[in-house]
């Protein structure tokens, strides 16, 4: 029997949090590590292995088994030294696949050359990843736009379904504004109060962070 890929994710501020929840909610194997206790026990309820530690430190990613890991995402792009030491610490520990968050494009090279397998540039590729994405099978993805603001591709929470724009009134009890709706191949890019969420849609959002 094949052996389910494990994931290791480094790092849960917004858009490390989305990647770990998302891959935990397709029941997939994920442990995550964040240096903050604040952010792992607001994680807590939300992964089933989270731990609090500095990835920079060999011996943390030694305890945790970096090294068995299938695939590790750091997602600490704005922290270059950090990001270029685990990834250069992970690549040397045997993870076959390193993904990366760079903060601009000489740090995605400085990343490439330390043994990033993927170099991701959330804020440079966000058209091209929104167009390509609202007509794929996606259930998720999650570009961060600015410390304020991201935009994601999600699913309907349950009781959202068989309600309209209106009766939701999503802006204001979530903060997210949602731009589209696909409902199969149909994509409704100026949905108005009178649409109607489907229980196989995926939204299109802009979410706002909480204060």
Same mark, same amino acid.
């Given at each position: ?19 770990? =929840? =998302? ?22 309820? +939300? ?103 991201? +935009? ?11 309600? =309209?724009?209106?009766? +939701? ?19 409704? #890019? ?8 489907? #229980? ?12």
């Amino acid at each position: 029997m094949k052996r389910n890929k494990q994931y290791l994710i480094v790092g849960l501020g917004r858009f490390g949090s989305a990647v770990a =929840t =998302t891959l935990a909610a397709e029941g997939k194997q994920v442990l995550a590590i964040d240096r903050s206790m604040e952010a792992v026990e607001t994680h807590r309820s +939300l992964l089933t292995d989270v731990v609090c530690g500095d990835a920079m430190d060999h011996s943390v990613l030694e305890q945790i088994g970096a090294g068995e890991f299938d695939v590790a995402v750091v997602t600490m792009g704005d922290d270059v030294k950090a990001s270029g030491v685990i990834t250069m610490q992970l690549k040397e520990m045997g993870v076959p696949h390193v993904i990366v968050k760079a903060y601009d494009d000489f740090h995605g090279r400085m990343l490439t050359k330390l043994g990033a397998d993927k170099v991701l540039f959330p804020e440079r590729d966000m058209g091209q990843r929104v167009a390509h994405n609202l007509v794929s099978e996606k259930i998720l993805d999650f570009i961060e736009l600015s410390p304020e603001y991201s +935009l994601m591709e999600m699913r309907p929470r349950p009781e959202w379904i068989g309600k =309209t724009l209106k009766e +939701l009134n999503l802006r204001a009890k979530e903060r997210i504004n949602v731009v589209a709706v696909r409902s199969g191949e149909v994509v409704n #890019a100026m949905p108005d109060m009178h649409t109607c969420i489907g #229980a196989q849609d995926v939204m299109l959002v802009v979410s706002q962070a909480q204060s």
